[in-house]
């Protein structure tokens, strides 16, 4: 079964009345592709580090195909003309790590998206180890996660990224801050350096 994809999107918008025909063009276009977007939201929480952006915007696509076919597509390349002239973007595109979609019905979903480089990796095989069975206790869907993916515009920063969902924004709290990911937080801090922010599964 083929992997959803996932386009994220961090930008800044200068002109946003400018903006506002990129949006309602391609809209119709990403339907086109079978492709919805799940988050587009200036409601951003900086967790740790930095981050270079006000907006994010994720983008669910059946397949990395899907999404590919839409951003070389003779169709979007006049609204992406529209959006380089308008705003500044870091975009990338990333293959998901679950073969199932995303529920469209749930509203009160919070997400978590990182940032990092690893300096020291003598961390990962403990924290891959066990994390999951915390992530899993708390409902936690890791939608796409690792260096493997490509930049489609813009800048990184980092050689890595991660894209959590959560069930809502408490169970993200209580993950985040809790007693339970603590200690691999810390082991993960101490052999990264990374930015991460949260937000609501919200498109306004």
Do not use: C
Request: cysteine-free; aromatic content about 10%; hydrophobic content about 45%.
């Amino acid at each position: 079964m083929t992997k959803p994809a996932y386009m994220v999107i961090r930008i800044d918008v200068h002109d946003p009345a400018a903006m506002a025909p990129y949006a309602a063009g391609t809209m119709p276009l990403l339907e086109q592709h079978d492709a919805r977007v799940v988050v587009a939201t200036n409601t951003i929480k900086l967790e740790d580090g930095a981050w270079p952006r006000g907006r994010v915007v994720v983008i669910e696509f059946p397949s990395l195909a899907k999404a590919k076919a839409f951003w070389n597509s003779a169709e979007y390349a006049p609204l992406k003309t529209m959006r380089e002239a308008t705003s500044d973007a870091d975009i990338l595109l990333v293959e998901g790590m679950s073969e199932t979609r995303l529920a469209r019905d749930d509203k009160a979903a919070h997400y978590m998206l990182g940032a990092s480089t690893s300096h020291d990796d003598s961390w990962v095989a403990e924290y891959m180890q066990k994390v999951p069975p915390i992530s899993a206790k708390f409902g936690v869907q890791p939608l796409a996660s690792g260096s493997d993916f490509e930049m489609l515009d813009g800048a990184w920063g980092q050689s890595g990224m991660v894209l959590l969902r959560f069930p809502s924004e408490q169970v993200f709290k209580d993950f985040w801050f809790g007693d339970e990911y603590a200690p691999m937080k810390a082991l993960r801090e101490a052999g990264t350096h990374g930015d991460h922010v949260s937000f609501p599964e919200q498109v306004a």
